[in-house]
């Protein structure tokens, strides 16, 4: 059975007609004037259809199963939904989706993550059971038994981390290290700082690229009186060419009051459902798993329209745009510019106060 409303004029000649086309009505119940509820068989639901003609006529319940497939029907994009985001994330949580491995040697880190590789622990792979991880593990450690000296493979949700030790061979040192600072790029030298060391070149000097500033090799008149790891610092002024194109026009984008509520999946943070172009989304977070960048959300899509709007002073919002590139300016020329159709193309020249500070080593016996 089915309850239905019914409104519209001379609501008793509807009923009239119901009754004429022999259609069963089980109960009736007067609302308004011209409103009533009925319940009849579900079976009769396409005969009323055919004679509706102007009332308007909408289901309020129906009863005992054909509710439980009326709602299922109802729901079923929001079922569907449910069922393949739970698929989506079983299956997302046993793939692997990072490995870390926690130390600072490069060398032996590329050793591991090729065997790693080679094993099948790899991204966007399934994650390895316990036992064949362990047997990974051991297999790894076994072949570089002189160069590892333990070994983990932890897996933290759809992360490997991989933390190791190097075994140690102690070597005696032969020599000692020391050390020069020269000019890590071309510059003028505007301070010197120097703790250690002696200094070879005077401020407002020019220097290139790895040429020595404060020496570790201490001499008089030309002879070697002592060697010293040079510590100090060095500031000098540098220069940039900055080639900036920069648009007349920006973009503004707001929201309107036309949207659309519906259930949509977030896979990395990306919509799989998009309704506009432009949109703004407010999201209500209905699934979200701690593994897997995987979420299932209520969300209401707006549509946004995008509006141009005109820059006023060019050139200065460019030059103001390269110049967060750079601390300690001392200077700004415009090399030249050019106005295009859509955008300025302008060439400026920096000066800047920076740290040029750079080490090379030396070696004694």
């Given at each position: 059975?089915?309850?239905?409303?019914?409104?519209g004029?001379?609501?008793?000649?509807?009923?009239?007609?119901?009754?004429k086309?022999?259609?069963?009505?089980?109960?009736?119940?007067?609302?308004?004037y011209?409103?009533i509820n009925?319940?009849?068989?579900?079976?009769d639901?396409s005969?009323i259809?055919k004679?509706?003609t102007?009332?308007?006529?909408?289901i309020?319940?129906?009863y005992?199963?054909?509710n439980?497939?009326?709602?299922?029907?109802?729901?079923?994009?929001?079922?569907?939904?449910?069922?393949?985001?739970?698929?989506?994330?079983?299956?997302l949580?046993?793939?692997?989706?990072?490995?870390?491995?926690?130390y600072n040697?490069?060398?032996?880190?590329n050793?591991?993550?090729?065997?790693l590789?080679?094993?099948?622990i790899?991204?966007?792979?399934?994650?390895?059971?316990?036992?064949?991880?362990?047997?990974i593990?051991?297999?790894?450690?076994?072949?570089?038994?002189?160069?590892?000296?333990?070994?983990?493979?932890?897996?933290?949700?759809?992360k490997?981390i991989?933390?190791?030790?190097?075994?140690?061979?102690?070597?005696?040192?032969?020599?000692?290290?020391y050390?020069?600072?020269?000019?890590?790029?071309?510059?003028i030298?505007?301070?010197?700082?120097?703790?250690q060391?002696?200094?070879i070149?005077?401020?407002?000097?020019?220097?290139n690229?790895?040429d020595?500033?404060?020496?570790?090799t201490?001499k008089n008149?030309?002879?070697?009186?002592?060697?010293?790891?040079?510590?100090?610092?060095?500031?000098?002024e540098t220069?940039y060419?900055?080639?900036?194109?920069?648009?007349?026009?920006?973009k503004?984008?707001i929201?309107?009051k036309?949207?659309?509520?519906?259930?949509?999946?977030?896979?990395?943070n990306?919509?799989?459902?998009?309704?506009?172009?432009?949109r703004?989304?407010?999201?209500?977070i209905i699934l979200?798993?701690?593994?897997?960048?995987?979420?299932?959300?209520?969300?209401?899509?707006?549509?946004?329209?995008?509006?141009?709007?005109k820059k006023?002073?060019?050139?200065?919002?460019?030059i103001?745009?390269?110049?967060?590139?750079?601390?300690?300016i001392t200077?700004?020329?415009?090399?030249?510019?050019?106005?295009?159709?859509?955008?300025?193309?302008?060439?400026?020249?920096?000066?800047?106060i920076?740290d040029?500070?750079?080490?090379?080593?030396?070696?004694y016996n």
């Amino acid at each position: 059975m089915v309850k239905l409303k019914i409104r519209g004029k001379n609501i008793y000649n509807f009923i009239n007609k119901l009754i004429k086309n022999n259609i069963r009505i089980i109960d009736l119940e007067k609302i308004k004037y011209n409103e009533i509820n009925i319940i009849v068989y579900l079976n009769d639901i396409s005969k009323i259809n055919k004679i509706m003609t102007i009332y308007d006529i909408d289901i309020i319940r129906i009863y005992g199963l054909n509710n439980i497939k009326y709602k299922i029907k109802r729901n079923n994009y929001f079922i569907k939904a449910i069922i393949l985001s739970l698929i989506l994330l079983y299956i997302l949580s046993n793939i692997i989706f990072d490995i870390k491995i926690i130390y600072n040697n490069t060398k032996i880190n590329n050793i591991i993550k090729k065997e790693l590789y080679n094993n099948g622990i790899k991204k966007y792979k399934f994650i390895k059971s316990y036992d064949k991880k362990e047997e990974i593990k051991e297999k790894i450690l076994d072949k570089y038994k002189e160069n590892i000296e333990w070994l983990e493979i932890e897996r933290i949700g759809t992360k490997y981390i991989v933390r190791l030790e190097e075994r140690k061979i102690n070597n005696p040192k032969s020599n000692m290290n020391y050390r020069d600072i020269i000019a890590k790029k071309n510059g003028i030298i505007k301070y010197i700082e120097c703790e250690q060391g002696e200094i070879i070149k005077e401020k407002e000097t020019y220097v290139n690229k790895g040429d020595v500033i404060i020496s570790g090799t201490i001499k008089n008149n030309d002879e070697i009186k002592n060697i010293v790891s040079s510590k100090g610092k060095v500031l000098a002024e540098t220069w940039y060419i900055v080639d900036l194109k920069y648009p007349y026009n920006y973009k503004e984008e707001i929201k309107t009051k036309k949207y659309k509520d519906l259930i949509n999946i977030k896979f990395l943070n990306k919509d799989i459902i998009k309704k506009y172009k432009n949109r703004f989304d407010e999201d209500i977070i209905i699934l979200k798993s701690n593994y897997i960048p995987l979420v299932l959300v209520k969300q209401r899509q707006y549509k946004t329209k995008v509006i141009n709007h005109k820059k006023d002073n060019i050139e200065k919002d460019a030059i103001k745009l390269a110049s967060k590139k750079f601390k300690n300016i001392t200077n700004i020329k415009t090399l030249n510019k050019n106005y295009k159709k859509n955008y300025l193309e302008i060439k400026l020249f920096f000066t800047v106060i920076e740290d040029i500070t750079d080490y090379r080593n030396l070696w004694y016996n």
